[in-house]
């Protein structure tokens, strides 16, 4: 697989093995993705044709977790469940999810269902004494709209797609672009889906890495740079055709999920979803109304952080944040980057056609914009 900086995109940080939301100790990511059908002009009504998926991130792998959380929204129309108890107690309870826009229902019950299954939530006490089989947790599901390309009103996410991206979530090496809940998304007029990135942090005490997840399908062309170099102006052809939905452009959403293992609050973690936005901007993206934005960030430090009594936790100063800011954005810029240099170009519904980021083009644009600053 292609990755960004494979075309000499220059990137500023210094990122992990992986160079993905994995290399933070105990992440691990999976996917279900579903291709069906052959592109026509009459799909719309055609249940069987499906470009879509669910991508999961499981917190600690399959270990019961409940870890400190943030979020914050840079644009609302979009959806992220299970929000309001993050917001209200600082916890994470299980996996995230992200999937199409309407499916975030039976990813969300389906969810609920493999937590049940696999004894994956805290359990309800009573006089001291757990209540077998009863408990609560709130399922984070999250969304980007992939109806250009996918049939989205045909619902083809089943509960199993949930349960084989669960059960198939894994550490190491993570697949980018038209994989899981990215399938069928668009990004800054090109092929856009999932990708990831990662950066260290070396400070006095301790070194750290914050790793990031995006599903990209947001963003115009006529906005879209890479090191202030505005591609979208420079490349030539390799044009959207979408004769029979064509939105506004720009109009789509980001999900984006932030993990580190530095031992943070829940509201240092959403100030770091707060510095999102500049790696989305600094590509030329998050101008847009029609788009969900919705950014959240977790810690798998402070591991028994959770309980019904008293916890010690450890907790890194505000006055130590600054680099892990910075990490945050240089790992989002490249994590979207990496999610359209990897994407392969797609047709879709009614046979409208989403083309891939031309590899050739990108490197010469940067040859040629290198060529220009040397002299």
Request: hydrophobic letters at 35%.
């Amino acid at each position: 697989m292609i990755r960004a900086r494979d075309l000499g995109i220059p990137f500023e940080g210094e990122c992990g093995k992986y160079n993905s939301i994995t290399d933070v100790d105990g992440v691990e990511v999976g996917f279900s993705t579903i291709i069906l059908g052959e592109p026509s002009e009459d799909t719309t009504m055609n249940t069987e044709f499906a470009r879509t998926g669910v991508t999961c991130i499981l917190p600690r792998g399959k270990k019961r977790s409940a870890l400190f959380a943030g979020r914050f929204d840079l644009n609302g129309n979009g959806e992220l469940t299970g929000t309001h108890w993050i917001d209200d107690s600082g916890f994470l309870h299980g996996p995230i999810m992200i999937t199409n826009t309407n499916s975030v229902g039976i990813v969300r019950d389906a969810t609920s269902k493999w937590i049940i299954k696999n004894d994956f939530y805290y359990p309800v006490f009573k006089d001291g004494e757990e209540v077998k089989g009863l408990g609560y947790f709130y399922p984070t599901v999250g969304e980007t709209f992939d109806g250009v390309l996918n049939n989205i009103n045909g619902f083809m996410v089943k509960e199993e797609n949930a349960v084989e991206a669960l059960e198939t979530a894994k550490g190491g090496f993570v697949k980018e672009g038209n994989v899981g809940g990215g399938t069928g998304m668009r990004c800054h007029s090109f092929k856009g889906g999932t990708g990831t990135s990662s950066r260290k942090i070396k400070i006095e005490e301790g070194d750290y890495t914050i790793g990031v997840l995006v599903q990209a399908n947001h963003g115009t062309r006529e906005e879209f740079r890479i090191a202030g170099i505005p591609f979208g102006k420079k490349i030539i052809g390799h044009e959207q055709i979408t004769d029979h939905l064509a939105p506004k452009p720009g109009d789509g959403s980001i999900i984006v999920v932030v993990a580190t293992d530095a031992p943070f609050m829940p509201w240092q973690l959403s100030k770091i979803c707060k510095r999102v936005p500049l790696g989305i901007g600094n590509l030329g993206g998050g101008f847009q109304n029609n788009s969900g934005d919705i950014f959240i960030a977790f810690s798998t430090a402070n591991e028994n952080v959770f309980s019904y009594s008293i916890s010690t936790i450890e907790m890194l100063s505000d006055e130590k944040i600054d680099p892990f800011y910075k990490a945050t954005a240089e790992a989002v810029e490249e994590a979207i980057v990496n999610a359209m240099v990897a994407a392969e170009s797609m047709y879709g519904r009614n046979n409208n056609f989403v083309p891939a980021l031309p590899h050739d083009q990108v490197v010469d644009i940067l040859e040629r914009y290198a060529a220009l600053i040397s002299r």
